[in-house]
């Protein structure tokens, strides 16, 4: 039979997800729950697309639309994701997909289709080099995995089980969601709404999870980590002005690495950076090598790549302003604007 090419509907989750879960290209956000996400949490309008022969799916691109006055009107893959884009088992499969997306972008007249891939397309498409992700693969041996991190970096760690720090699982998101709102005020972001945190656990259950780490009985930072295949992905963090005190970063990534690696993860992800930030380098002082991201744009309306990201300097004035807001005011406007920062 011909290759058809279809919009994801209720009764195709299940051959989408068997295929992810086959593909050694797919990752933890080309499940299609983050549809589901999408939707519930932000509204935006989704497009997830799959190209099918007999019955049989042979490659998935998700897309969502992303529409903002202050922020452009783009068509992404995968937004408030780090990777996304095209998985195809051919060729043929991928020219199809792309032609598709390509042809949705056109008729939804947005400014951009931006793809987050992990690794070229084949596009002679205008790209970005701006992110780098960081993956290591980590054994069942966990004293071999602290004597792969960097000795300055092992040091930090045992400053923080010297001081006393605990880590526990938490069932529940609204800990590690206070840590997070906290941080990303500090550093001039808008806040995700807690209902995308939320969502987040309700759609992705036991693969979403949440590692609170805590001295004398209080909640010192957060994380919020995926889980897919073998691979641990640490993903929102989040902590207060005590974690600087009793060195609680570094030990919390340790915590989850060494749970994780009891448990056979054998993956440990740490996620996209921007070349040259500080987390860049506290990802590179962990031992892990940077990798290039190649998020490529097929332009409708827009002239140049967009660039809504911390380093564009019009954006400045306004992270500036924010970092000195009272939290509960963050936070309560933060969802409003962070909605179209994916």
């Known amino acids: 039979m011909s290759l058809e090419v279809l919009a994801l509907q209720s009764k195709d989750i299940a051959k989408w997800d068997a295929y992810v879960e086959k ?12 549809k589901e996400v999408l939707e519930k949490a932000f509204g935006h309008s989704t497009h997830f697309l799959f190209a099918e022969r007999d019955g049989v799916v042979e490659g998935i691109l998700p897309l969502a639309h992303v529409k903002s006055m202050l922020f452009g009107n783009n068509l992404v893959s995968l937004p408030f994701c780090v990777y996304g884009g095209l998985v195809a ?11 598709a997306a ?6 939804l007249k947005v400014d951009a289709l931006e793809l987050r891939n992990t690794s070229p397309s084949g596009q002679d498409w205008p790209s970005k080099s701006l992110y780098y992700t960081f993956r290591k693969e980590i054994t069942g041996d966990n004293e071999a995995n602290m004597l792969s991190i960097p000795r300055k970096r092992r040091a930090m760690i045992r400053q923080g089980i010297k001081a006393g720090l605990s880590s526990e699982a938490d069932d529940g998101w ?21 209902k995308y945190f939320r969502v987040l656990r309700e759609v992705f259950k036991e693969d979403c999870r949440v590692l609170m780490i805590t001295h004398d009985g209080e909640d010192v930072a957060g994380l919020m980590s995926f889980y897919f295949k073998d691979q641990v992905l640490p993903y929102y963090a989040g902590s207060y002005d005590s974690a600087k005190t009793h060195k609680a970063h570094d030990f919390m990534y ?20 921007k070349e040259g930030t500080g987390p860049f380098l506290f990802k590179k002082g962990w031992g892990f090598e940077p990798e290039l991201l190649h998020y490529e744009y097929y332009l409708v309306k827009a002239t140049s790549i967009p660039e809504v990201n911390p380093n564009n300097p019009k954006y400045k004035l306004f992270i500036d302003a924010w970092k000195k807001l009272p939290v509960p005011i963050a936070n309560k406007l933060g969802p409003l604007l962070s909605r179209s920062l994916g």
């Open 174 to 194: 609204e800990r590690v969601y206070n840590t997070y709102a906290e941080s990303v005020r500090n550093l001039g972001t808008p806040v995700f709404s807690a």
């Open 254 to 273: 340790w915590e989850l690495m060494r749970r994780a690696s009891d448990e056979g993860v054998r993956l440990f992800d740490f996620g996209r950076s």
């Open 23 to 34: 593909s050694d290209q797919s990752t933890f956000f080309h499940r299609a729950g983050w």
């Open 89 to 99: 088992d051919s060729d043929e499969v991928a020219i199809r997909l792309i032609n």
């Open 102 to 107: 390509s042809s949705l972008a056109d008729d």
